[in-house]
């Protein structure tokens, strides 16, 4: 089992910036691939960036690509997501996720979720 805490949302005004964590415990993260997601109020949860376990492979989503980027530390057991050029469309829940079989960007392919922190970006 895998648990996954995240931290660091917050409220910014546009263009600023924030870094997520996800931190994990109760099993080391450097056999899983990494992912965010993020779930707006009535939307449903979508894709953000993920990360390969080694560090060398990453994508993101068209909507947060220059902007939003992901980096691991496995001897930490932790994940982040470093946030940059807020817009107020980015306002949601972020959630990180662990995926040991590949790197997805369904919400289906990752096994461990963390319960999310809230991102308000003002205009």
């Known amino acids: 089992q895998v648990q996954l805490v995240e931290s660091g949302g917050g409220l910014v005004q546009a263009g600023g910036s924030l870094r997520l964590s996800c931190a994990a415990s109760?099993?080391?993260?450097?056999?899983?691939?990494m992912g965010w997601f993020r779930q707006a109020p009535g939307k449903e949860r979508e894709f953000v960036t993920a990360?390969?376990?080694?560090?060398?492979?990453?994508y993101s989503s068209d909507s947060v690509k220059g902007r939003f980027t992901i980096s691991r530390d496995n001897a930490k057991n932790t994940v982040y997501l470093q946030m940059n050029s807020l817009k107020p469309e980015d306002t949601a829940v972020y959630y990180c996720?662990?995926?040991?079989?590949?790197?997805?960007?369904?919400?289906?392919?990752?096994?461990?979720w963390g319960q999310g922190t809230q991102v308000t970006v003002s205009s």
């Open positions: 990360l390969s376990w080694s560090g060398s492979s990453k």
């Open positions: 996720a662990a995926d040991m079989n590949g790197l997805g960007s369904q919400v289906y392919e990752y096994e461990y």
């Open positions: 109760g099993r080391t993260l450097r056999r899983y691939a």
